[in-house]
């Protein structure tokens, strides 16, 4: 269940006072630490005992190792099977405390309070959790659903620029694939600003959980909701590599754009409305440099997407403004022509 906290988070001090938790485990990256968890401390209402775990903030940190740790800080903090752990922040927190209570003594209660637009819009619903398998994007992880998720929008406010950025591409994918009036009405949004997305949020949250309610273990419509991800993940994934991470919406900017071309190319969508997506996520995103990256890492990626089969690479892409196909096997031809479309975009 998602619950929108009003200004005193009555509806999360109910949830604690309706169940009987042994303690709370706080999830917090330094940022959130910082910004977020004194307006959580300040209005939770509780006589449990509760428990700072602060791991530092960026998708590197989202591995094996990190995860290992806090198993062993629960371990010494003897937290037990009725123990709650409050996932504070953005999609890092989130996927990793979320793979860390799903593992923890088989599993115990977890819940979301996502401080960022795009654990607010997509990361924080749906119950997939995981972590990173070296530079290969969540490639270890579980299906465990939050006990609840506890969206506090004013959270946003602490958020700079391009973090909010990174959160409205997932709100665009989710009018792409599966509502055109979401769509249109994002597209109109000419300045990004907290005050011009949050009146969109819930909305995107909505299609998400909708999709999600259909096909929880992604076996068929969830995949629509890869869109972008699968040029998108292997890009983020090779810039992880290199050091020099990038947030995970400018990725799946850079991918809805290559994906809407292979889209026309697939003779899925028109050349018209792959421009026009083209054209307006151009409008709020800046080029991402691929000029580094052979054709060859990155379809040495693609091929090891979660989705595949048979060692054949499967996208889902656009048949429509507000319509998306999964399972769609593309010629390699016209993989690299999007490729090499995308870096022409550098110069035209």
């Known amino acids: 269940m998602i619950t929108i906290l009003n200004d005193n988070f009555s509806q999360l001090n109910e949830f604690l006072h309706e169940k009987s938790f042994s303690k709370i485990f706080i999830l917090v990256d330094e940022n959130t630490h910082e910004y977020c968890l004194p307006i959580l401390l300040g209005n939770m209402e509780t006589d449990l005992g509760f428990e700072i775990l602060e791991i530092e903030a960026g998708e590197e940190m989202k ?85 609840q998720i506890f969206i506090f929008p004013k959270f946003l406010e602490t958020l700079p620029f391009k973090e909010l ?9 989710h009018g792409l694939i599966a509502d055109k009036n979401h769509w249109d ?38 995949k629509t909701l ?20 990038i947030l995970h919406g400018e990725a799946v900017a850079m991918g809805m ?37 052979k054709d060859e890492d990155i379809t040495a990626l693609l091929l090891n997407d979660k989705k595949n089969t048979d060692s054949k690479i499967n996208f889902s892409l656009l048949s429509g403004i507000g319509s998306c196909t999964y399972d769609h096997q593309c010629s390699q031809e016209n993989i690299l022509e999007s490729l090499s479309f995308y870096r022409k975009l550098n110069n035209a």
């Open 63 to 147: 591995n094996i190792q990190t995860a290992n740790q806090l198993w062993e800080i629960l371990t010494e903090m003897q937290a037990d099977r009725k123990a709650l752990v409050i996932n504070l922040g953005g999609g890092v927190i989130t996927d990793m405390g979320g793979f860390v209570a799903s593992t923890y003594k088989r599993g115990i209660q977890f819940i979301n309070i996502p401080t960022t637009l795009l654990s607010m819009c997509d990361a924080s619903i749906g119950g997939k959790t995981g972590i990173d398998l070296m530079h290969y994007k969540n490639m270890v992880g579980t299906f465990a659903f939050p006990e």
């Open 165 to 173: 950025r990174s959160g409205f591409a997932e709100m665009l994918k």
């Open 185 to 222: 009405q994002l597209i109109q949004v000419r300045k990004l600003e907290v005050e011009t997305v949050i009146p969109h949020i819930q909305t995107s949250m909505n299609i998400k959980q909708d999709v999600v309610d259909k096909d929880f273990h992604e076996q068929n419509i969830r």
């Open 226 to 245: 890869n869109f972008g991800h699968t040029i998108g993940h292997a890009v983020e994934s090779l810039c992880l590599q290199q050091g020099n991470p």
């Open 257 to 293: 754009i290559a994906e809407a071309h292979l889209a026309y190319l697939e003779n899925l969508i028109s050349e018209t409305e792959a421009d026009m997506v083209i054209e307006n996520v151009q409008r709020y995103y800046p080029y991402l440099d691929i000029s580094d990256f």
